[in-house]
């Protein structure tokens, strides 16, 4: 039979995983004879054990517990549950993982009236005696009997009112005295201190499944299998009487990461009351003078402390009758930019290496040096919360279409979108947004991929708003109602939705942000590069360290107001004739972009995907905007809303996109390779290093590849007769469908590099379209169908199994082929490190999740290198 029970002396900060993280720090403290109090803790696996049992103890728990308890007392030189030397233990909770507050504690366990009378007696302290004595009725009634503590509270409240006391230390022992005879009126405990122990323990297990605790391991991931260890510890009081007290201190400032000690205490009280905010706690410099030597063993513990675990550390400490007691260490939680700062002083400090100070910020927190938040602490009226699609806070009025944010935007105010969905069409008004809203969509919707690519705030699936774009209103679930021109905040980190202008802290990139990305790009194997259009795009991802472009998506280039009807017009063509007619004057328009691309991605390979989207969603939407569009190209608005209708399909997605384009319309592939080859020679001219990748999409069958390739050979060839410039290119293949990815190794003979669309892959993989699923996705994950959105992390068992299959094969039929990924998975941290694993050359990511992107590489080869 496993051991279920250790003593402080026998575990270490290695046990977490058995005695919790608080009981192995504890173990581990008492190990470096810090003055912690004596105890023992029960293992994780009992509380599985628990619940596995049907909620029952193990029947031989208790004989364990009670040898353990005995070896406690020796050492304590008192006894649990004896009148005349009384021992009190403080039952706490503590998973392998940190949870702070989420779960039980139970303080000043072991108590009755005859052992609070014997504890009067010994101490010569009534008062003291009796205020443990009601604190533990208290805490036993809440936790244990899930009584109704507000009412207890006001017991004390209205006793105090009456004898016009201002504070908890007016009251004295027959105070209390009074009070705990209330009490006893009210709940019913056990008098006898093992039983009280027993239940104690059960509900510390039970404490697991808080709902508090529930939504806290979801949030951050953590596994119901864990489950808690129980510390039982004997107590020290920080309510003796004004030689007291207790604190929590942090051995560096755990919002700006200064390396500056950072402690606050609460004279005469107990630890739970620094926690409950019941008086403003002094800083703990105020030791100094009441208990110099309490706080120079404070300052020396601090220290140790860090040094020991390499890290800054929380500390929970009490102070009885001038004596120093440290109760609890642990990792201190910190902010985005605390935790940049503590990494790279450490690392100086020579404290820790490079790799660990990577491993030390999350990918998440080096997002917050980009934009700005929402202020934490600012108080919010929050209307409506939906999925967090975009990082960064925005306040401003609200509009509900593109053309109306451009207007208001242009009168100097900052506008938040609001929109059911959004599409390319939208994209101006995205442009000059603040904030973008919108109540459908998941994480991959276009509203999301955009607003992240272009690092605007958004929130999208926000299902609790409906949004009446006709009316000008958007309903919120509890009747709340927001109308144009309303201002409104997003917190597109948290998805909260909020009335008026909330406060921000502004976005600043620091020295050591930038000396950690450094150590970032000198650890990592994968490189790094964006998916970007736009010249400015281009520019702000080169500026963030991308090393080049991983995809260009051509179509984004044709949706600007300027071009769109020579798109729409081109689509509209009769014939062949009419249609190179507008090629034409496309062409000119994607040379352009394209030499301006090449321009700021100098050096740096450029892939450029061929036009992708069904050429529907081009055309206009509805009549009116056929009727304008027919006034300017001089057609038949009848004609338009026919082809129109003839090219709607009805499953678009799946329908005529992608590389099928360039097989029926060879002349649309030829005039984006005239432009992309010819820009790429003027390039050159310039004295420029162009390096195009030119990238087919969506591709089944190898046939396809070669069919395109003949069209991109010929266009080529074309182009750079007259010049007598040589040109560094590639074609190259997007892996975007199963098809493709079970056909590998002959897909791979055809091109010189392949690239992971993991978009359409995860789509097509599982069946779900990106568009739609954000209807079910949210009930899956709460049904625990999936363990994480497909879209925002790689689903790595069966996507990642293709992909696997897809590398293993090419690589065979091709030596060293040229890997990379280019969907949105390519900026996600957990993604990231599958594709290191896999062995991939780069990942492609929005411009502003490049850092996160580099920082998360290197992240990957430190712990891959550390698993060899
Ligand atoms: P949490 O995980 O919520 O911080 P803890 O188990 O740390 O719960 O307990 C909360 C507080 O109770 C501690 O901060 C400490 O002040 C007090 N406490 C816990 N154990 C003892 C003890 N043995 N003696 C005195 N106070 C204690
Ligand atoms: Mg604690
Ligand atoms: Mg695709």
């Not at 403003?280 to 309490?294: F, G, I, S, Y």
């Not at 281009?538 to 798109?567: N, P, Q, V, W, Y």
Request: contains cysteine; glycine residues 8%.
């Amino acid at each position: 039979m496993a051991k279920r029970v250790y003593l402080f002396s026998e575990g270490s900060k290695d046990d977490r995983d058995l005695l919790g993280g608080k009981g192995a720090n504890l173990c581990e403290m008492t190990s470096l004879n810090l003055p912690v109090p004596f105890g023992f803790v029960i293992t994780t696996p009992t509380c599985r054990e628990y619940f596995e049992n049907g909620n029952r103890l193990p029947t031989l728990l208790e004989q364990e517990y009670r040898v353990a308890l005995d070896l406690v007392e020796k050492q304590m030189g008192a006894r649990f549950g004896d009148p005349e030397n009384p021992l009190l233990f403080s039952v706490r909770s503590g998973a392998p993982i940190s949870m702070p507050g989420m779960m039980n504690t139970i303080l000043n366990l072991g108590i009755n009236d005859e052992i609070a009378e014997g504890l009067a007696n010994k101490t010569g302290n009534p008062r003291f005696a009796y205020d443990c004595y009601r604190r533990f009725i208290q805490m036993f009634a809440d936790v244990v009997l899930g009584a109704d503590t507000h009412a207890m509270e006001q017991v004390i409240e209205d006793y105090k009112d009456e004898k016009a006391y201002q504070t908890d230390v007016a009251m004295e022992a027959e105070d209390w005295q009074a009070v705990i005879g209330t009490f006893k009126t009210m709940v019913k405990f056990p008098e006898d201190p093992f039983e009280q122990l027993r239940l104690a323990v059960e509900a510390v297990f039970q404490s697991w499944y808080t709902p508090r605790a529930n939504v806290y391991r979801e949030m951050n991931n953590i596994p119901d299998s864990l489950g808690t260890a129980v510390t039982v510890q004997s107590m020290v009081f920080g309510n003796f009487g004004e030689d007291s007290g207790s604190g929590v201190a942090f051995t560096r400032n755990p919002s700006t990461g200064e390396r500056l000690f950072f402690g606050e205490v609460l004279f005469n009280a107990a630890g739970e009351d620094v926690v409950a905010g019941i008086r403003t706690p002094l800083p703990v410099d105020a030791m100094q003078e009441r208990m110099p030597d309490a706080h120079a063993e404070l300052l020396a513990a601090q220290a140790m402390l860090e040094q020991h675990y390499r890290d800054m550390q929380d500390i929970e400490f009490t102070v009885q009758e001038g004596r120093f007691y440290i109760l609890q260490t642990r990792s201190g939680k910190r902010t985005g930019r605390a935790s940049v700062r503590i990494a790279v002083d450490m690392v100086r400090e020579g404290m820790i290496n490079e790799k660990e100070a990577l491993l030390r910020v999350s990918p998440e927190h080096v997002q917050s040096f980009l934009h700005p938040m929402v202020d934490p602490d600012a108080p919010r009226t929050v209307i409506a919360t939906g999925l967090p699609a975009s990082p960064g806070g925005a306040t401003g009025v609200i509009v509900f279409s593109a053309d109306e944010a451009v207007k208001v935007e242009a009168d100097g105010e900052k506008v938040i979108l609001v929109r059911r969905e959004t599409t390319p069409e939208d994209i101006h008004g995205m442009r000059v947004a603040e904030g973008i809203l919108t109540e459908l969509g998941g994480m991959t919707s276009h509203a999301a991929v955009v607003a992240r690519g272009m690092g605007v705030c958004a929130i999208t699936g926000c299902g609790d708003l409906r949004v009446s774009v006709q009316e000008g209103i958007a309903t919120a679930a509890d009747g709340t109602v927001i109308k144009r021109g309303d201002v409104i905040t997003l917190d597109g980190a948290s998805g909260e939705v909020m009335l008026g202008d909330i406060a921000k802290v502004e976005a600043s990139t620091s020295d050591d942000f930038q000396t950690l990305l450094s150590w970032a790009d000198k650890h990592r194997r994968l490189k790094v590069r964006a998916n970007a259009e736009t010249p400015e795009d281009a520019a702000k991802a080169r500026e963030l360290g991308a090393e080049g472009i991983g995809l260009c998506r051509t179509e984004h280039m044709f949706f600007a107001s300027d071009r769109i009807d020579h798109m729409r017009a081109m689509i509209l063509s009769k014939d062949r004739k009419e249609r190179k007619q507008h090629l034409a004057k496309l062409q000119e328009f994607q040379h352009a972009d394209m030499l301006e691309l090449y321009r700021v991605m100098d050096g740096l390979p450029v892939t450029i995907r061929l036009l992708d989207p069904p050429l529907h969603e081009f055309l206009p939407h509805d009549q009116a905007d056929a009727d304008a569009l027919a006034e300017r190209l001089k057609k038949d608005p009848e004609e338009i809303m026919q082809a129109r209708n003839d090219l709607a399909e009805v499953n678009p997605m799946l329908g005529f996109r992608g590389c099928r384009l360039s097989v029926v319309y060879p002349e649309i592939t030829r005039m984006q390779v005239r432009a992309i080859i010819g820009a790429a020679l003027q390039a050159r001219e310039e004295g420029l290093n162009p390096y195009p990748e030119i990238m087919i999409p969506l591709v089944v069958n190898v046939r396809e590849i070669r069919l395109i390739s003949e069209v991109i050979d010929r266009g080529i060839a074309k182009v750079t007769k007259e010049k007598s410039v040589s040109l560094r290119y590639k074609i190259g293949t997007m892996m975007e469908t199963p098809r493709a990815c079970l056909g590998a190794d002959r897909l791979a003979s055809a091109v010189e590099f392949m690239s992971f669309g993991t978009n359409d892959l995860t789509q097509m993989t599982y069946g779900f379209s990106r568009d739609d699923a954000g209807r079910f996705i949210p009930q899956y994950l709460d049904a625990k169908i999936i363990e994480d959105d497909p879209f925002v992390s790689l689903d790595q068992r069966a996507v990642g199994r293709l992909m696997r299959m897809a590398v293993q094969e090419s690589r065979q039929a091709k030596k060293g082929i040229k890997y990379g990924i280019c969907g949105e998975h390519g900026g996600d941290p957990r993604s990231i490190r599958f594709c290191h694993d896999l062995g991939l050359d780069y990942v492609s990511c929005s411009p502003y999740r490049v850092p996160v992107a580099r920082i998360a590489a290197a992240q990957a080869r430190v712990l891959a290198d550390r698993d060899d």
